[in-house]
């Protein structure tokens, strides 16, 4: 009986926290402050295929912490039979998006200049 009394604490505390972070959407909070973004290389070219290989690398194990968080505010919403905003979401998914633009973009810089580099006779 105790137990099922602490982990409802639990349960309430692990809802009632997010669930006040979340009033403060377009706010300019991050929804996800586990996940810190990878920086690009400065110098990309033929030469930098460690730096590359490292940020692309970095940039999965972000976009996976970015799922995992925005799963997380997914389970607290149906366990408090609620939804997450609108705005945590988008916020989220932009990030996700403008990582991945950044490790195409990475990754065509590195491509063409491998590519500059083999046409150079």
């Not at 403060?24 to 920086?39: H, L």
């Not at 194990?61 to 997380?72: H, K, N, T």
């Not at 998006?97 to 046409?119: E, F, H, I, L, S």
Request: charged residues 20%.
């Amino acid at each position: 009986m105790l137990n099922r009394i602490a982990l409802a604490a639990l349960a309430f505390a692990a809802v009632a926290t997010p669930a006040a972070a979340w009033d403060m959407a377009g706010d300019g909070y991050n929804y996800a402050p586990a996940c810190t973004a990878p920086v690009p290389p400065a110098k990309i070219d033929a030469g930098s295929h460690d730096a590359v290989t490292a940020f692309i690398s970095a940039s999965d194990s972000y976009q996976q912490c970015l799922g995992r968080a925005l799963g997380e505010r997914q389970d607290t919403a149906f366990f408090a039979k609620s939804t997450v905003p609108k705005a945590v979401v988008e916020q989220i998914e932009g990030k996700v998006r403008d990582n991945q633009r950044q490790k195409q973009d990475v990754g065509n810089a590195y491509n063409a200049a491998v590519a500059a580099r083999t046409a150079t006779p």
